[in-house]
């Protein structure tokens, strides 16, 4: 079934054509949501609440684009308006304070896998963390991100080095354990 199709389906309501969208799309989908939450459990409601609104506003995809992008767009927007709604961001001026909470621990073997810098990602704070994930992994401007998340352009630029440089640092931290 072409990718047409089965968009045309789950449109009429075809429930098998509705779980093998939801297959295909759910694992890859899945990983945006973690990005973005506090814990394995947020990110499976927000991919729960996505896919809710990907079959709600299916009908609204025009076949412009990628349509794995335009599921995207949607994760990212619920796990954007899980965080609104839960609080307001605020920059994050003494990063020492959460270090404690973060320790990773490595063997001497181990090499960074995606799952390791994926887990590093989830330890930022949640002000670096949205700042992270919009401008490196969803490619919003500065400009963007203020907007969207309702902080000063200069806000969103200091958290992005600030998260840079708590990753660096986490990396750093696990050569030297590895060593």
Known sequence: MTEVN??????EGDRQAQSTLYGIFSPGMF???????????????ILQEGFLKVFQFLHQFRQEGSFEGWIRKIMVNCALQRHRSNSKLAPVFNIEAYNDQFIMTATAESQIS???LLQMVMSL???????FNLYVFEGYKHREIAEILGISEGTSKSNLSDARAYLQKQLTKKKLIAK
């Open 114 to 116: 995606s799952k390791e």
């Open 125 to 131: 704070p949640p002000a670096y963390k949205m700042v």
């Open 31 to 45: 990983v945006v949501c973690l990005r973005y939450a506090k814990n394995r459990e947020e990110a499976e409601e």
């Open 6 to 11: 089965l968009i045309r389906s789950c449109i």
